[in-house]
């Protein structure tokens, strides 16, 4: 015999909900820090996000790896570079145009890290093609 449960929707803390939207969760309004957010609620933020949400996207602060990707390097390179607070597009623009030493030199150690990426990845594919030929070979033998 089976019972019949009532479904209980899935939540998350703030924090989660927050790194899920891509946002601060300091910056975000009181409200939606010390609620619970449904995953109904965070489908309907990410489906059609609210003013509040669309201008902390928009003009920050924005979370460390939000500021990473805008910046072309690594959370590490960041905390290498001194970075550790959320920024604003203004503050992230202005790192732009400066262009520190120590960004430039994040970004040419991230572009070395997506070429080994690649490189190994090329390397995978290759040994599992192998494999599998050598595979076909042997059931063709048999």
């Known amino acids: 015999m ?5 479904k209980t929707s899935q939540t998350m803390k703030p924090a989660t909900a927050a790194k899920k939207l891509g946002i601060y969760l300091a910056a975000a309004p009181t409200g939606f820090q010390e609620g619970v957010v449904s995953r109904e609620e965070l489908n309907a933020l990410q489906a059609e ?4 949400l669309q201008d902390l996207r928009k003009n920050g602060p924005h979370p460390r790896p939000v500021v990473a990707a805008k910046l072309g390097v690594s959370i590490t ?19 732009k145009a400066e262009n520190p030493l120590w960004l430039q030199h994040e970004r040419a150690n991230q572009v070395d890290v997506r070429k080994e990426t690649a490189r ?4 995978h594919e290759k040994e599992d093609a192998a494999k599998a030929a050598k595979e076909a070979k042997a059931t063709q033998a048999r």
Do not use: M
């Open 49 to 52: 996000p609210p003013q509040w």
């Open 2 to 6: 089976t019972s019949l449960k009532q």
């Open 77 to 95: 390179g960041l905390a290498r570079g001194g970075v550790t607070e959320a920024l604003t597009t203004e503050q992230i623009d202005a790192l």
């Open 120 to 123: 190994i990845k090329e390397k």
